[in-house]
């Protein structure tokens, strides 16, 4: 049974920092694509970043246009968590952040697709900024 579990969200000022953690249980960290979204009531959903895991080793990243350079995404393969390092938090950005976890059989796949009904999603985790 495959488990998702976010973490690390909480309330900052803008210009602040946080890092999300996304563990994840009975899904091999190979061949699978990691992603971080967020809902914002009343918004759609907005895919903030994935990441790629190849059954070699390597990893690619992909962020979106509104938090590339203030976000970074990675993997700790040993704990089998996903992290998003967030900085220079802007109101913005203030949301429900979720992990959704799934394999994929190449990056092509995971890029295609980032999120899938048949990925493993969390419960979420609330990040509001103030400013």
């Known amino acids: 049974q495959v488990e998702v579990v976010e973490s690390g969200g909480d309330s900052v000022q803008a210009g602040g920092s946080l890092t999300l953690s996304c563990a994840v249980s009975?899904?091999?960290?190979?061949?699978?694509?990691m992603t971080w979204f967020r809902q914002v009531p009343g918004q759609e959903r907005e895919g903030v970043a994935y990441?790629?895991?190849?059954?070699?080793?390597?990893?690619?990243?992909w962020y979106s246009g509104s938090v590339k350079g203030r976000f970074t995404i990675s993997q700790d393969k040993s704990k089998n968590t996903v992290y998003l390092q967030m900085n220079d938090l802007k109101t913005e950005d203030s949301g429900m952040y979720y992990c959704a976890a799934g394999m994929r059989e190449t990056y092509y796949s995971c890029r295609d697709e980032p999120l899938s009904s048949r990925d493993y999603w969390g419960q979420g985790t609330q990040v509001t900024v103030s400013s």
């Open positions: 990441i790629y895991l190849s059954r070699y080793g390597g990893w690619n990243t």
């Open positions: 009975g899904l091999a960290f190979s061949s699978a694509c």
